[in-house]
């Protein structure tokens, strides 16, 4: 999905003060974080703290657990989205049949490669919605699940934001105690 299509849904007076629109999320995420008994993400760079929400993913359908947004430049925020999809399958199968939705996408690969038995990186550009845009993302499976994490730029920003998104796509790593855990860079 393109970062940015849930505020198609954000009545007018909302956008003219985005300080309300954070308020809302705010109180909504505290209410339902306060009846999960969720885990506290601390982010001190950006001098805050929240509440994640603590409720186990969907496990016959991809769940997205995670999306952060760099500044919005050209109508399209660069964005990182985690998302937990179930798969069974090898590492390699799930390659192929990527590979083949590009395909037909009329997506182009640009680079893959295997590292290891359970993960699988990628980059390459296709257009959505009428936007060129340029993707890296990795997939790690572990359990029955397949981790897929995938930084998005439109194609004219990937010069200048894809260091930034390579680098945090490759900090993702499973926490201890799972399965199997990816090194910290394909």
């Not at 490669?113 to 990186?121: A, I, M, T």
């Amino acid at each position: 999905m393109i970062a940015g299509a849930a505020w198609y849904n954000v009545p007018p007076h909302f956008m003219k003060n985005p300080a309300t629109i954070i308020r809302v999320a705010a109180i909504f995420s505290l209410a339902i974080c306060s009846q999960l008994g969720a885990a506290t993400i601390e982010l001190p760079l950006y001098g805050f703290q929240i509440d994640a929400f603590d409720a186990a993913p969907d496990a016959s359908a991809p769940t997205t657990v995670l999306q952060t947004l760099l500044p919005a430049t050209e109508g399209f925020a660069p964005n990182i989205i985690v998302q937990i999809q179930p798969y069974t399958g090898t590492i390699k199968d799930y390659a192929t049949l990527s590979r083949k939705q590009f395909e037909q996408m009329k997506w182009n690969v640009i680079s893959d490669r295997q590292s290891g038995d359970n993960e699988w990186s990628v980059e390459y550009t296709g257009s959505l919605q009428g936007a060129d845009l340029h993707f890296y993302a990795r997939a790690v499976s572990t359990n029955g699940k397949v981790y897929l994490v995938t930084g998005t730029a439109k194609e004219s920003q990937w010069k200048t934001e894809s260091d930034t998104l390579r680098k945090h796509v490759d900090s993702f790593k499973l926490t201890p105690g799972t399965q199997s855990s990816p090194s910290s860079t394909p």
